[in-house]
């Protein structure tokens, strides 16, 4: 059993269109995050949620929209996709209190053209 | 200045060969510091978690030096499977930001026959 899942592992799209990942975390942890690692490899963190709540979000335009219907699972949604949205999105997901136990998935490889 | 700062290299030496990296940090509110892996086109692995005392698994050594936020990580003996790019990461205390980790750029090796 895959720990920390996201679909799709890759996706191709158009400028302007609207795309979701989904990302689905089975190990029991309370908290779920989305990062982000461009083309020059740097891994910066969007948005963590704990227990379903909004914890972290940092300077992301507002056509990301993360949403998490319960703490096992953190969607993200963007609108009007951007050709410098192109990147490996990173799910991941650790308990709080808990630094050293994150698990990140394996990635959504995400090409606008 | 960015928070954490790695020399990307990229190193190249030979098997056998003693390699050290280098990690600086900004931040001297951070609280945890790990040293992350991650091999091309995959999802970042936890290596080993960084302590004051310093520490050793295996073939693989870190210390941290919180007056002059700097962090190491020393690989003996190189092994072909050692080739990755190897992430310097901190972690603030406290608040909201709990729990967010901060990557250095990475430092990639490659290691050779």
């Known amino acids: 059993d895959t720990a920390v899942s996201q679909t799709p592992k890759y996706l191709v799209t158009q400028m302007g269109n609207d795309k979701s990942i989904k990302c689905e975390q089975n190990?029991?942890?309370?908290?779920m995050y989305w990062y982000k690692q461009d083309s020059k490899k740097f891994l910066k963190i969007m948005f963590s949620?704990?227990?379903?709540?909004?914890?972290i979000n940092e300077t992301v335009p507002n056509r990301f929209s993360p949403k998490s219907p319960d703490k096992a699972h953190l969607n993200l949604h963007i609108n009007s996709l951007e050709l410098g949205d192109s990147a490996v999105y990173f799910c991941?997901?650790?308990?709080?209190?808990?630094?050293?136990?994150?698990?990140f998935g394996s990635g959504t490889r995400l090409t606008v053209v | 200045r960015k928070e954490v700062e790695q020399d990307p290299g990229p190193f190249n030496v030979p098997e056998g060969a003693t390699v050290a990296f280098n990690c600086t940090y900004s931040?001297?509110?951070?609280?945890?510091f790990f040293w992350y892996r991650q091999d091309c086109r995959k999802e970042p692995k936890l290596l080993m978690s960084?302590?004051?005392s310093g520490n050793e698994d295996g073939r693989f050594t870190a210390q941290l030096n919180r007056a002059s936020q700097y962090i190491s990580l020393l690989i003996r003996d190189s092994k072909l499977s050692d080739s990755a790019t190897y992430l310097c990461?901190?972690?603030?205390?406290?608040?909201?930001?709990?729990?967010?980790?901060?990557f250095g750029q990475g430092t990639i090796l490659t290691v050779h026959p």
């Open positions: 991941a997901s650790s308990q709080t209190g808990i630094s050293y136990g994150y698990t």
């Open positions: 190990l029991g942890h309370d908290t």
């Open positions: 931040n001297s509110a951070s609280q945890s």
């Open positions: 990461v901190v972690v603030k205390g406290g608040g909201t930001s709990y729990g967010k980790l901060t």
């Open positions: 960084v302590y004051s």
């Open positions: 949620y704990n227990n379903k709540e909004l914890i």
